[in-house]
């Protein structure tokens, strides 16, 4: 399994922007299925952007042309861009490594998982 520390989270006004910073300890982090989830409160985890083994990205509608996700494999670090955020945005963020996907969306397909990082929103 691969260790991973989220940070960046924190408040903010709908319309702003955050970036989330996800910090792997696996030097094969490179070749992994990578992924970023949320939960709201009451609500089930949903994938928000996700990298599969060929680096193809996939977003979740509720985010596309907002969030984009990227990753430095020289640190080994996974990056949420969030942009125009809104109070539906609210939720805890997590980050997710495993290594190999078909759905980099499903939250099925990780083993490895971030503790967490709340972001909220507010109007």
């Known amino acids: 399994q691969v260790q991973l520390v989220e940070s960046g989270g924190g408040s903010v006004q709908a319309g702003g922007s955050l970036r989330l910073s996800c910090a792997a300890s696996k030097y094969t982090f490179s070749n992994y299925c ?24 996939s977003y979740g509608d509720p985010v596309k042309g907002r969030f984009t996700i990227s990753k430095d494999n020289a640190t080994n670090t996974l990056y949420l861009q969030m942009d125009s955020l809104q109070p539906e945005d609210t939720a805890v963020y997590y980050c997710a490594a495993g290594p190999s996907c078909d759905d980099s969306l499903g939250p099925s397909e990780y083993d490895s998982w971030g503790q ?5 929103v507010s109007s």
């Open 116 to 120: 967490g990082t709340q972001v909220t």
């Open 34 to 57: 990578l992924g970023w989830f949320r939960q709201a409160p009451g609500k089930e985890r949903e994938g928000v952007a996700g990298i599969d083994n060929d680096g193809s990205i």
